[in-house]
């Protein structure tokens, strides 16, 4: 099993950004899948969840300004994220299944 996750970067504040996780070796459409991130000093934190039936879980902190979505002819995993804050600087991680992705550092300039 791989996870590849990309499309990190660095915006200014009240920008957009969209995260993507690449999946192979597993039933991609059977998976529930998670967004987590972890910023210099915390703990890793839980911020989306999909499930297979397509309904979704978010976190307070990125209720309305993040969307997840999966691709499953593409085996994608997608984090949509707008209104982006400063506090949203992190290391974003990608979950399906029982598998992590690599991460991927956001970060953002107020």
């Known amino acids: 099993v791989q996870l590849v996750e990309s499309g990190g970067g660095s915006v200014e504040a009240g920008g957009s950004l969209k995260l993507s996780c690449v999946a192979s070796?597993?039933?991609?459409?059977?998976?529930?899948m998670s967004w987590f991130r972890q910023a210099p000093g915390r703990e890793r934190e839980w911020l989306s969840h999909?499930?297979?039936?397509?309904?979704?879980l978010y976190a307070d902190a990125v209720k309305g300004r993040f969307t997840n979505y999966r691709d499953d002819v593409k085996n994608t995993l997608y984090l949509e994220m707008n209104s982006l804050k400063w506090e949203d600087t992190a290391v974003y991680y990608c979950?399906?299944?029982?598998?992590w992705g690599q991460g991927t550092q956001v970060t953002i300039s107020s």
């Open positions: 070796g597993l039933v991609f459409s059977s998976c529930g």
């Open positions: 999909l499930n297979p039936d397509g309904t979704s």
């Open positions: 979950k399906i299944c029982l598998h």
